[in-house]
């Protein structure tokens, strides 16, 4: 068998036992509709790499009873970093995506960029070693940050609350300081890419995550595969010009939907009101050398204080909600997929505003509303999703690995498993 053929089909059977659960070498032929023989084959090399084992049988139905098989959730694991403004999530997971441990900290705040991954590198340990997990069976780190993102392993023109971390060498120093290979990816792919592992899009093979954390951006899977773009920066849906004459956003241009109405704008808007302010408990946010509470967590206080009842509260979050919606529609119009499920941490706090939002704009304006509904859901978890979603990206580079730009600083993989260069790399599910 060709070894991008074996890839594909390794991924294929990978697929249908997560799917499924347990099942055995038959059930693979009609699930995936390979033959009997590459099912065989590949299903031997999973079992020999520890990947797959053999579970008893099935009921007989006359003929021979049916050796079972599943994946072994500790046969791997990966570790999942996200680095954002307001915080810094870690999580150890199982092969199967399940959080086997997670820990969330402050963000980095005016600590340097080598401070924080020596703390991220000893905390990666310290989760290792909470989880039980043999450090063998460590595949590797999954770093999310926001972007932009260089194929140098770093990002490139922050956001302004991240500058020290312009152009810093991310993948590489956190190698150097784990041992483990480090992939880099921006936080709305990785959410994209963990909600597709862990289950959250069904069988939906086409689909768009909108993330809204600190910033806003989409994150986009197109028939199984996570679209990156040419450098890694596809779907930043948030520098959607709205008002060609608007403010001035970070990234360069005016009247963006985050400048117009992303996190930060939603925390100005309210403390512009001091009575809402008063009410939602936010912080004048000058004073001294005390942490500074980030956009996040200032936005969830906002969509207290309007769950508490707070009308000013929730007009804040309701014109936001309405500026997000239409560049949840621009995506969708231009994709044209049938999924889109909102994530992140900001959304996580005030959903109930946005969702309602979103899909009634879809509903009423999608270009081919009369072809299909759009499905629009709230993450599972939308909180956790990008730290998830980078254990997922190394589980997935490890299953079928596919040389990329962002790869740091070696392969996740034996290398008989490799796919040429160019070769996309199917998600599984
Ligand atoms: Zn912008």
Not at 13 to 36: H, K, N, Q, Y
Not at 164 to 185: F, H, K, M, N, Q
Request: glycine fraction near 12%; charged fraction near 15%.
């Amino acid at each position: 068998m060709a070894q991008a053929q074996r890839s594909a089909s390794t991924s294929v059977i990978v697929d249908a036992i997560r799917a499924s659960g347990t099942v055995s070498r038959v059930g693979l032929t009609v699930t995936t509709g390979l033959t009997g023989a590459t099912v065989s084959t590949v299903v031997r090399r999973l079992i020999d790499d520890g990947l797959v084992v053999e579970t008893g049988r099935a009921e007989s139905t006359g003929g021979k009873p049916r050796v079972l098989l599943e994946l072994d959730p500790t046969a791997r694991y990966a570790v999942g970093v996200h680095l954002d403004h307001a915080s810094i999530t870690c999580t150890v997971t199982d092969l199967a995506g399940t959080s086997v441990a997670l820990s969330t900290h402050p963000g980095p705040g005016t600590r340097s960029p080598a401070e924080v991954l020596v703390e991220t590198a000893a905390e990666v340990d310290r989760l290792v070693d909470e989880a039980g997990v043999d450090r063998s069976r460590v595949l590797g780190i999954g770093f999310v940050a926001p972007g932009p993102l260089t194929s140098d392993g770093g990002m490139h023109r922050t956001p302004p609350e991240m500058r020290a971390w312009t152009d810093y060498p991310i993948t590489s120093e956190l190698g150097r300081l784990t041992g483990l290979p480090v992939v880099l990816e921006n936080d709305a792919t990785a959410s994209a890419i963990g909600e597709h592992w862990a289950g959250g899009t069904g069988t939906e093979n086409s689909f768009a995550v909108l993330y809204m954390g600190t910033g806003l951006g989409a994150g986009l899977v197109l028939d199984g595969v996570a679209y990156r773009g040419s450098s890694g920066n596809a779907g930043e849906i948030g520098h959607t010009t709205l008002d060609l004459d608007g403010p001035v956003c970070w990234c360069g241009t005016r009247g963006c939907v985050e400048v117009l109405a992303g996190p930060a704008a939603v925390v100005a808007e309210a403390r512009r009101s001091p009575d809402l302010a008063a009410a939602a408990g936010l912080s004048t946010g000058t004073s001294g050398s005390e942490p500074q509470p980030s956009v996040v967590s200032d936005l969830a206080a906002v969509a207290r204080a309007a769950a508490a009842g707070h009308p000013g509260a929730r007009d804040v979050l309701e014109r936001s909600a309405r500026y997000v919606a239409a560049a949840a529609l621009t995506a969708v119009n231009l994709l044209d997929v049938r999924m889109l499920v909102l994530t992140g941490a900001s959304l996580a706090a005030a959903g109930d505003i946005y969702l309602p939002a979103v899909r009634g704009v879809l509903a009423s304006s999608l270009f081919a509303r009369g072809a299909h509904p759009v499905d629009v859901r709230l993450s599972r978890t939308a909180a956790t999703a990008p730290a998830l979603g980078g254990a997922a990206l190394v589980l997935q580079t490890h299953l079928v690995p596919a040389p990329g730009p962002l790869t740091s600083p070696g392969p996740l993989a034996p290398p008989r498993h490799g796919t040429p260069p160019g070769e996309p790399t199917p998600l599984s599910t």
